[in-house]
Nanobody, 120 residues
Framework: VQLQASGGGLVQAGGSLRLACAVS????????MGWYRQAPGKQRELVAV???????SYADSVKGRFTISRDNAKNTVFLQMNSLKPEDTAVYYCNAQVAPRYDTGWFNYWGQGTLVTVSS
């Protein structure tokens, strides 16, 4: 199972970016999908998660500015980031709970990370 994230880059404060993360490989089922971020010198933190049933949770710091969504047919999760702030600067990692086969359990997978830099 591989997670390929894309969409990071440099943007000015107040701007927008859209991240995407596609899950590929041996996939029987995907449960939760989400985004985390890690700023320099800080621990990785949850940004947003969405369950297969569509239940969504956001970090307080991004509520009202970020929107997570998923396309189950394409095994892809998105993060629309609006009104970006310099404090949103971080490496963003996608995450998914995947059952590779019908007879295996759930495993936690991470993407390689994509850098988002917001200039003031």
């Amino acid at each position: 199972v591989q997670l390929q994230a894309s969409g990071g880059g440099l943007v000015q404060a107040g701007g927008s970016l859209r991240l995407a993360c596609a899950v590929s490989g041996s996939i029987f089922s995907i449960d939760g999908m989400g985004w985390y971020r890690q700023a320099p010198g800080k621990q990785r933190e949850l940004v947003a998660v969405v369950t297969v049933g569509g239940r969504i949770s956001y970090a307080d710091s991004v509520k009202g500015r970020f929107t997570i969504s998923r396309d189950n047919a394409k095994n892809t999760v998105f993060l629309q980031m609006n009104s970006l702030k310099p404090e949103d600067t971080a490496v963003y990692y996608c995450n998914a709970q995947v059952a590779p086969r019908y007879d295996t359990g759930w495993f936690n997978y991470w993407g390689q990370g994509t850098l988002v830099t917001v200039s003031s």
